[in-house]
């Protein structure tokens, strides 16, 4: 889950002096041990940086382009040129991959991003602190294998941090969690190791909690547009609605997608398994395979949670996230069909009340 590049990178002073095009764009030891070196100059990679409706932009070392869109092919991808300077369909194994599924009748599966390293999910200590919603956020982060890192913004406007921190810590070891005012030069040294050469962020969470600030407080430039310049605006429209990859001079990559920002929850199976190891691990020892943890006998899970040994408040979070991914990655018919049932339960329920 946890991967470390570092050992394969130079140190920042030489990369600031050597930065390449492609380091820019993010590129990595993982991309380049897929080509050969005769790969590299005969087809060279290429990153998608734009997805529009019919066409892409591709930028690599001295190329920069628009071509027609290439099935499969997301925001983040890398591709190969070839030799007569079309776009082959070979798009490298990814790193990460965000993805989700359509809400039409069909329910395809949609790529959203890939090759993310880091995903910053941002909340503000104030209303907007939700743990529910952190790890619904850290489970989709799992299930793309991004690694999550939780970025506590608008810490001016508290007294004390401790607690919103303590709860944070609480969700995961794997999460480190960050307290900063976004505004101010703090997140430049507490988020530097995650936003360096060869690196792609991304900023998660909700509207206003300051994701757009971070983004521009990390790259020194407006890459994305902040609240307060989308209100001056006179339509009132969000800036920022295609799908894009920004590229931060002698830095990293932050790739920004209007369908990343609203939080997603679809098939992330694997994710909430991840971030809920323990329960996960404890419900195998179920004596009922199908076991609600609640008043079954033989229940490992409630005797762990009777002996302390597990919040009840988090099982309770943990039930919850795996029955709404359930619902969620149930396709429409499964959906009506169990809607249905469930019409007709509390219509019954309603007859037996009346009589
Ligand atoms: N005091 C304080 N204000 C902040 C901080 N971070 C962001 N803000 C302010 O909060 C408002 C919203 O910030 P944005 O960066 O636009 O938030 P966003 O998450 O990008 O919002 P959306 O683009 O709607 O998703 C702006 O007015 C920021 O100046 C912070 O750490 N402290
Ligand atoms: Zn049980």
Same mark, same amino acid.
């Given at each position: 889950m946890t991967r470390d590049y570092s050992q394969f990178m130079p140190q920042a002073k030489q990369t600031e002096v050597t930065l390449s095009t492609l380091d820019t764009l993010g590129w990595q030891p993982?991309?380049?041990? $897929?080509?050969?070196?005769?790969d590299m100059t005969n087809t060279?990679?290429?990153?998608?940086?734009?997805? &529009?409706?019919? +066409?892409?932009?591709?930028?690599?070392?001295?190329?920069? *382009?628009?071509?027609?869109?290439?099935?499969?092919? /997301?925001?983040?991808?890398?591709l190969l040129l070839s030799a007569d300077g079309t776009y082959s369909d070979t798009v490298l194994n990814r790193k990460s991959l965000m993805k989700r599924?359509?809400?039409?009748?069909?329910?395809?599966? $949609?790529?959203?991003?890939?090759?993310?390293? /880091?995903?910053?999910? +941002?909340?503000s200590c104030n209303q907007d602190f939700n743990v529910a919603r952190l790890e619904r956020y850290i489970a989709v982060a799992f299930e793309a294998e991004i690694d999550p890192v939780i970025v506590l913004t608008k810490r001016d406007l508290v007294a004390d941090t401790t607690d919103f921190e303590a709860q944070a810590r609480s969700i995961s070891d794997l999460v480190p969690v960050i307290a900063i005012d976004a505004r101010?030069?703090?997140p430049k040294a *507490?988020?530097?190791e995650w936003c360096k050469p060869r690196r792609t962020v991304a900023f998660l969470g909700s509207s206003g909690v300051g994701k757009s600030t971070l983004a521009n407080t990390m790259a020194d430039r407006d890459i994305i547009a902040t609240q307060g310049i989308r209100a001056a605006d006179d339509k009132g429209r969000h800036t920022t609605t295609s799908r894009q990859l920004h590229l931060v001079p002698g830095g990293f990559a932050v790739l920004d997608t209007p369908g990343m920002r609203e939080l997603q929850m679809t098939d992330v199976t694997a994710g909430?398994?991840?971030?809920?190891? #323990?329960? $996960?691990?404890?419900? /195998?020892?179920?004596?009922?395979? #199908?076991?609600? &943890?609640?008043t079954e006998p033989g229940c490992a899970v409630r005797a762990a949670m009777d002996a302390g040994d597990i919040d009840e408040a988090r099982m309770r979070r943990w039930k919850k996230l795996v029955a709404e991914d359930a619902y969620n990655s149930a396709t429409l018919i499964q959906r009506r069909?169990? #809607?249905?049932?469930?019409?007709k339960l509390v219509r019954g329920v309603v007859k037996e009340k009346k009589r």
């Open positions: 993982f991309f380049s041990q $897929q080509l050969s070196i005769d060279p990679p290429v990153r998608v940086t734009e997805v &529009h409706r019919t +066409v892409m932009r591709v930028i690599g070392q001295g190329i920069d *382009k628009t071509i027609p869109s290439v099935a499969d092919a /997301t925001v983040g991808d890398w599924r359509a809400p039409g009748s069909d329910r395809a599966v $949609q790529y959203i991003a890939a090759n993310i390293d /880091t995903a910053f999910i +941002v909340t101010s030069d703090e *507490k988020l530097a909430i398994e991840d971030l809920f190891s #323990d329960l $996960q691990e404890l419900s /195998t020892q179920c004596k009922f395979r #199908d076991c609600a &943890h609640e069909a169990r #809607d249905k049932a469930f019409g």
